[in-house]
């Protein structure tokens, strides 16, 4: 497992990689951290929230998942886990809240 922290001006990221494995490669769980964003023109903040508090990308960034926190918690194992395979793997071009905030789209803003 890999914690990184990523940071800028505006926003502070804490990334945790948690390897996942399936018959075509890895999956990497992230936790999605919204931060609020200040509206300069109102002088206030916005925050967003999500309907699932995680993201798991395959190790091309192709593929991901939309899991919550008892998805998780549905899993075996420490270091390496295993996962039922009962939820739907969306390919990069399927767009949700999610994904377009991690891959930084520009759908993100109309969601």
Not at 58 to 69: V, Y
């Amino acid at each position: 497992m890999d914690i990184s922290v990523l940071a800028d001006y505006n926003i502070v990221k804490l990334v945790v990689l948690i390897p996942f494995k399936t018959f075509e490669g890895q999956f990497y769980l992230y936790k999605l951290i919204i931060f609020p964003y200040k509206i300069s023109s109102l002088d206030n903040y916005i925050q967003m929230t999500v309907e699932y508090e995680n993201l798991v990308l395959d190790d091309s960034n192709q593929r991901f998942l939309l899991w919550k926190q008892a998805d998780i918690k549905k899993c075996r194992g420490t270091g390496v886990m295993i996962c039922s395979a009962d939820k739907p793997i969306y390919g990069r071009n399927v767009v949700t809240c999610e994904s377009s905030l991690y891959f930084q789209m520009d759908e993100a803003r109309t969601l």
